[in-house]
Nanobody, 118 residues
Framework: QVQLEESGGGLVQPGGSLRLSCLASRSISGIATMVGWYRQDPGKQRDLVAGITGDGRTTYADSVKGRFTISKENAKNTVYLQMNSLKPEDTAVYYC???????????WGQGTQDTVSS
């Protein structure tokens, strides 16, 4: 089992920034692991926003490239999502996900609501 604790969500105006944190209960530096941030609107599927593997490779959804940055601190078992130039369409519940890439076993956090509105 892997427990994930998210923090940092909230309300921000368009053009503003938020930083999300995801604290994992075990190491995030394993080669065959990935921690990702997903988001979900009501009635829609949960989509990958950004992910980072144990060896530091990153991936981003096209809609957030150049605005969001995923990073991690292995010593703290924590992954961050820095979100800049936020738009109303970024409003969603953001979920942290831990995945073992070889078995596709997934663990999810509880989610944090991020709202971009004036």
């Amino acid at each position: 089992q892997v427990q994930l604790e998210e923090s940092g969500g909230g309300l921000v105006q368009p053009g503003g920034s938020l930083r999300l944190s995801c604290l994992a209960s075990r190491s995030i530096s394993g080669i065959a692991t990935m921690v990702g941030w997903y988001r979900q609107d009501p009635g829609k599927q949960r989509d990958l926003v950004a992910g980072i593997t144990g060896d530091g490779r990153t991936t981003y959804a096209d809609s957030v490239k150049g605005r969001f940055t995923i990073s991690k601190e292995n010593a703290k078992n924590t992954v961050y999502l820095q979100m800049n130039s936020l738009k109303p369409e970024d409003t969603a519940v953001y979920y942290c996900n831990f995945q073992y890439l070889t078995t596709r076993t997934n663990y999810w956090g509880q989610g944090t609501q991020d709202t971009v509105s004036s």
